[in-house]
């Protein structure tokens, strides 16, 4: 499977981003996906996700209440819709899918490119 990231871009904190990530060569709907982000200097870290089922969707605790991860399998695409943002937010985000549900992004054979969340002050 192939994965595209968009949605990306520059919004002043509090704001909200929606960001999508649409799929190609096999449908979205027979893998766990998940949300990652990487900082400037620092580790690749979990966002959300949600398993092969379906059924529960998983955060951090660090967005849990102001991130919303959904897929639409009809439109192969996932997305994650970001409010409350705030500068500590800023980084690359990449979506991921497998067969295997895992916070630890090593544990995600496909990847999105990454598009960059910059949450200003």
């Known amino acids: 499977v192939q994965l595209q990231a968009s949605g990306g871009g520059l919004v002043q904190a509090g704001g909200s981003l929606r960001l999508s990530c649409a799929a190609s060569?096999?449908?979205?709907?027979?893998?766990?996906v998940a949300w990652f982000r990487q900082a400037p200097g620092k580790e690749r870290e979990f966002v959300a996700g949600i398993g092969r089922s379906g059924v529960g969707t998983y955060y951090s605790e660090s967005v849990k209440g102001r991130f919303t991860m959904s897929r639409d399998n009809a439109k192969n695409t996932m997305y994650l819709q970001m409010s409350s943002l705030k500068p500590d937010d800023t980084a690359v985000y990449y979506c991921?899918?497998?067969?295997?549900?895992?916070?630890?992004?090593?544990?995600?054979?496909?990847w999105g490119q990454g598009t960059l969340v910059t949450v200003s002050s």
């Open positions: 991921a899918a497998g067969t295997v549900y895992s916070t630890i992004h090593n544990s995600w054979p496909n």
């Open positions: 060569g096999r449908s979205l709907s027979i893998y766990a």
